[in-house]
């Protein structure tokens, strides 16, 4: 069956530390990858995203790798900051369907 | 350029009655998804309507119905509500040209906040 998990519901981390959050799927076959950040009661606002010919992309403080072959992406935040917490979500388009979004890992940045 | 909106913002119903839900979405694009958010659940595809045409849908029951209409505009119906259908309603832009050569990215909106008593 078809399935996108990311690897923790829930992540704490020191300010100034970077966190690194997990996408795993199985089943699908993504043009592109990409992450959103949702802040309580408001709706997911796009960030990044990662094409499937990409090892690597980067944007201010964030870096999204792609492994297809592990059917992996990672999410990184370096020098986080408590603005920052949020939750994180990956979300995969399967060639011509709808969006798959994961269930999301809630960060929290500690001061 | 204004973003999606969606109304109204907040919704209190109570089992059995019909609601119904807007999105106006970003001008230019032609593409509008609906999403259920629930703790447990995470953020669930309903349907995605594109020049007026339901192009996908997602495991939800009949109750739940939608449409586009020529302006891109889509409004989201669902009846005789259940309890568990308490959650937040998120509409979704996009061009969406479904090409998997272009990548496309899906604005949302603030959400509808949908309590069923």
């Known amino acids: 069956s078809q399935k996108i998990e990311q690897n923790s519901e829930a992540l704490n981390i020191q300010e100034g530390k970077t966190a690194t959050l997990t996408c795993n799927y199985t089943?699908?076959?993504?043009?592109?990858l990409q992450w959103y950040r949702q802040d309580p009661g408001r709706g997911p606002v796009f960030l990044l995203l990662?094409?499937?010919?990409?090892k690597e992309k980067r944007k201010e403080r964030l870096k999204v790798t792609f492994d297809t072959t592990l059917k992996q992406s990672l999410f990184h935040i370096t020098a986080s900051q408590p603005a920052d917490s949020a939750t994180y979500l990956c979300?995969?388009?399967?060639?011509?369907?709808?969006?798959?979004f994961g269930p999301g890992t809630r960060l929290s940045v500690l001061p | 350029k204004a973003g999606v909106t969606q109304t109204p913002r907040y919704l209190i119903k109570t089992r059995g009655q019909q609601v119904t839900l807007s999105c106006s979405p970003i001008?230019?694009?032609?593409?509008v998804s609906w999403y259920q958010q629930t703790p447990g659940q995470g953020l669930q595809f309903l349907f995605e309507?594109?020049?007026?045409?339901?192009?996908n849908k997602g495991n939800f029951p009949g109750r739940f119905s939608g449409r586009q209409f020529s302006n891109s505009r889509s409004e989201m119906n669902v009846s005789t509500l259940e309890l568990g259908d308490s959650a937040l309603y998120l509409c979704?832009?996009?061009?969406?040209?479904?090409?998997?050569?272009?990548?496309?990215?899906?604005?949302f909106g603030p959400g509808t906040r949908l309590t069923v008593l």
């Open positions: 979704a832009s996009s061009y969406s040209p479904r090409d998997p050569r272009v990548s496309d990215t899906q604005y």
């Open positions: 089943n699908y076959s993504p043009a592109y």
């Open positions: 990662i094409r499937e010919n990409e």
């Open positions: 979300a995969l388009e399967d060639y011509g369907q709808n969006f798959v």
């Open positions: 001008s230019g694009h032609r593409s």
């Open positions: 309507y594109f020049s007026e045409t339901q192009r």
